[in-house]
């Protein structure tokens, strides 16, 4: 069973249609990345996903619940963590934890343990009777996610997670989301680092003015613009000039003694070369492959550099 999904979703907001019938199915265990310029409509469509607002058309189920008919038990099953940090720097963070075990009515001796649980797993036992407004953002970025896990979520959405952090905070907040999905949870991730979503996302859908315009693993996205080549180095030049005569479209980059061999970035089509090169007793000294990154396909796809968000 998918954790998400989503047919037709249409949203407007008075004579602006922000959504234009938005397709999304995202597997149970998997992280699903929503990449978008500002103004896009991701922040819309996990509204819509998240309960907080209806759809206008279109129909969807998160954790296998209808969210305009079933809210409540979507609600149930869901944790969102926004870009700006819920975390009271009032209180403490143990203090944090406790105030939203309550809410989750827990129970005084189940909510203690969940809290515990989490301080330990999200390394803040040393900061947890310390003022969350103390925290680093780092910190604080940990302790908001460990409050959404309180109530043990199946989906968790994740609206740029690591906005403002450093690299390190960056790096660790990914290992937390890399095991989370190892348990099992669900995560919706939206950010403005492509980055980001390279490194964390099984599936990569791109929303561009209300419509998904593609949609597939970073590899596969990456496959579909042009620019990806195989770098064939050479140290004898004659073996060079062979490989030249023999492989279509290639070009010598430069003067170093190398060829530059456009491709798909397939395994098959580097298997076709190869092959091709060894039927003709061509010698390779060394090669390397080169495929577009997101930076390239969300370009690409969107067609507006100027609201491109960069890593």
């Known amino acids: 069973m998918n954790a998400i999904k989503a047919t037709g979703l249409r949203r407007s907001y008075g004579d602006n249609e922000v959504l234009k019938g938005v397709d999304l199915n995202v597997q149970r265990g998997t992280v699903f990345s929503l990449l978008g310029a500002n103004g896009a409509g991701k922040t819309t469509a996990v509204k819509i996903l998240s309960t907080l607002i209806r759809a206008h058309g279109g129909s969807a189920s998160v954790a ?5 008919n079933d809210p409540d038990a979507v609600r149930a099953a869901i944790g969102v963590t926004g870009q700006f940090s819920a975390v009271d720097n009032l ?34 036992v040393d900061a947890a009777d310390k003022s969350a407004s103390t925290y680093s953002g780092g910190m ?13 979520p199946q989906v968790i959405f994740l609206d740029e997670p690591t906005t403002g952090l450093d690299p390190r905070s960056r790096r660790t907040m990914w290992q937390i989301v890399r095991e989370l999905v190892a348990s099992g949870v669900t995560i919706f991730l939206t950010t403005q680092y492509l980055e980001e979503a390279d490194e964390l996302a099984d599936r990569i859908a791109v929303l561009d003015h209300g419509k998904i315009v593609a949609e597939g693993t970073a590899d596969e996205l990456k496959r579909r613009i042009p620019g990806g080549h195989v770098l064939l180095q050479f140290t004898d030049p004659r073996h060079l000039d062979a490989a030249l005569r023999i492989v279509r479209n290639a070009s010598r980059d430069g003067e170093a003694l190398a060829l530059r061999v456009p491709s798909d970035g397939s395994v098959s089509s ?9 039927e003709n007793s ?12 997101l930076d390239d396909v969300f370009l690409a796809l969107t067609g507006n550099p100027d609201k491109v968000v960069q890593s």
């Open 64 to 68: 296998g619940h209808d969210v305009a």
């Open 91 to 124: 209180m403490t963070g143990r203090e944090n934890l406790k105030l939203m075990a309550d809410l989750h009515h827990l129970g005084k001796v189940a909510g203690k343990r969940r809290a515990e649980q989490l301080l330990e797993q999200f390394d803040l």
């Open 140 to 152: 604080r970025r940990r302790l908001d996610l460990a409050m959404t896990l309180v109530g043990s």
């Open 270 to 278: 580097l298997k076709t070369l190869l092959d091709r090169l060894d």
């Open 282 to 293: 061509v010698l390779v000294d060394s090669l390397s492959t080169h495929t577009p990154d």
